[in-house]
């Protein structure tokens, strides 16, 4: 569920490959996933605007890259490895 930003806007492409990395990359170094949420509305409406936060001690390299790769605008994520 919480890889489905591209294909809730446009069809899938390379750069749907890069935001499933940046939600995975978090998940194995957070312990959880960026959009956590009671229900699914709210993940949804988390993931539609970006509404994420790292916990305490998430390693700045891997941040820096979750950042980039977990933004709305495909030219900008293709960018970001």
Same mark, same amino acid.
């Given at each position: 569920m919480l890889l489905l930003f591209d294909e *809730?806007?446009?069809t899938a492409s390379y750069s749907s490959d890069f935001w499933a *990395?940046?939600?995975i990359l978090f998940q194995m170094l957070a312990g959880r996933p960026p959009f956590q949420a009671r229900t699914e509305y709210l993940m949804f409406q988390k993931i539609i605007n970006l509404e994420y936060e790292?916990? +305490?001690g998430f390693p700045p390299?891997? @941040?820096d890259l979750v950042e980039k790769l977990l933004?709305? +605008?495909l030219t900008l994520r293709? @960018?970001?490895v």
């Open positions: *809730l806007t446009s *990395l940046g939600c790292f916990p +305490l390299e891997a @941040k933004v709305r +605008l293709s @960018k970001a």
